[in-house]
């Protein structure tokens, strides 16, 4: 038996640090029984910083590894998000109609013992034209305006609104690894990786940098973004391309000044669809972070930029864009031999629904809790960890997916191939065709495999008019009064709820003010 000793995290950026933090954490690397984390990166590799936007698991991960909130949002320059908001998905733009509907993180409401909500919504039940999200939860009300997700008394990471974050990429980065190497135990290399060498079973036995030489470790964790160094140019592990089904292959992006320093932080990502794609546009503490997200198939780069341009108005005049290429699919093997790819080295999906980071957490998790004490078991959790991996893209792909074969929207090429059936994983086309019947339920997901539970389809498939026809079961749902109780209900505690919750800037501006204050106070005592 030969005991795991030493990991080694190649490359940084947020993918590197988080995985290495959340390693070490949970290896005890501080301890010298506890597994070695060490972390390769180069200096020479910049790091974007157009403004990323997560999901709620993030609060989970930051509260694991033990980083201070206040800490984080100061370094991160980061905000809160509660949703996304779309604009202009449901339909084109001047067509008669709702062309904008919310994707709150907060789970439907529903009492112990009340009725699920959403059969009577279909039925009728809540007030006439009031959207889903709007109905079954305050959260939509409160974005509306302006409020953060919790109060200044709320412990880290923890509020009466379900969120997330948006904040600057490498200034994440930093965060995590002045927490990593100052808390965790993590051991910053500083080197450029030119080449590794295998042993005789195929795994890595070293690799070799520029300024250190060579490295050794029991296990590689490969976060070298897009190029996968360790796990597609020495490990040979093919990309399986999913184009065919999500277009999006291109983005250009912008850092945004606000027009003024206390202008308002909107507390959710903003997605506006376009011609060929659709931008996104996320509020930081001092500027936003916009991009547009779109298909190299449906229109050029001039045109994407000056698409782009039209929406930021004069704000983008004077600005120099940033472009970036992607591919849309994954490795179906993230784990081979000693190797494993977190981030983008593994796969990557269009932004959409703030997937990125969130796909970094789930495969450091696993892999976390996969890892055997054993090197000689690794090849029976790498299948393990690569089969519970390809199960979360392929229903990733299916959520984003959707957002597009359901709109409306025919104005374009783009719009028009998207509702192609031929462009439609046959998974989801079952779902849908389900759906037309009877609304989406738990019992349609499974957890440990599914990054989105059903409200979440729930809330993009209504908020989009998807129509399911809900009169042949409606003897089945007896408890209209309960129902259209419940919704007035909610309207109630929502508008109690505007004068419990701070503004969103406000808030931000004070928790950020109160860690600057604190570690004053305790450079002063020191």
Known sequence: MSRLKKVLVVGGGTAGWLAACYLAKAMNAVHPDGVQVHLVESDNIGLLGVGEATFPSIRGTLSAIGLDERRFLVGATATYKQGIHYRHWVRPPGTPGHDHFFHPFSQPSQRPGGPELLPYWLLGAAPEGMPFADAVTMQSMLVDHGRGPKRLKDPDYQGPMNH???????????????HGQEVLGVKRLVATVERAELDEQGAIALVVTRELGALSADLYVDCTGLRGTLIGGIMQSPFHSRRDVLFADRAVAMQVPYAQADSPIPPYTISTAQEAGWIWDIGLQKRRGVGYVYSSRHTDDARAEEVFRRYLAPAGDELKAINIKFETGYRPEHWRKNCVAVGLAGGFVEPLESTGIALIEIATYLLTHL?????????????????????????I???????????????????????????????????LALWRNRPPHRLDFVSDLEMFMASSWQYVLYGMEFKTDMEPMRGNYPRFDEARQEFATIQQVAALALNDLPDH??????????????????????
């Open 397 to 431: 792909i299916d959520f984003i997916k959707m957002h597009y074969c359901v709109s409306q929207r025919r104005d374009t090429a783009f719009w028009i191939d998207n509702a192609d059936p031929a462009s439609i994983p046959q998974t989801l086309q079952d779902k």
């Open 164 to 178: 997330a974050f948006h904040f600057d990429a490498a200034c994440f980065a930093k965060v995590l690894a002045e």
């Open 371 to 395: 890892l055997p004490g054993d090197t000689d078991d690794m090849e029976r959790a790498a299948r393990h960890f690569n089969t519970m991996m390809v199960a979360r893209y392929d229903r």
């Open 505 to 526: 800037r406000a808030l931000v501006e004070h928790m950020c003010n109160e860690y600057r204050q604190r570690t004053n106070l305790q450079g002063t005592a020191a």
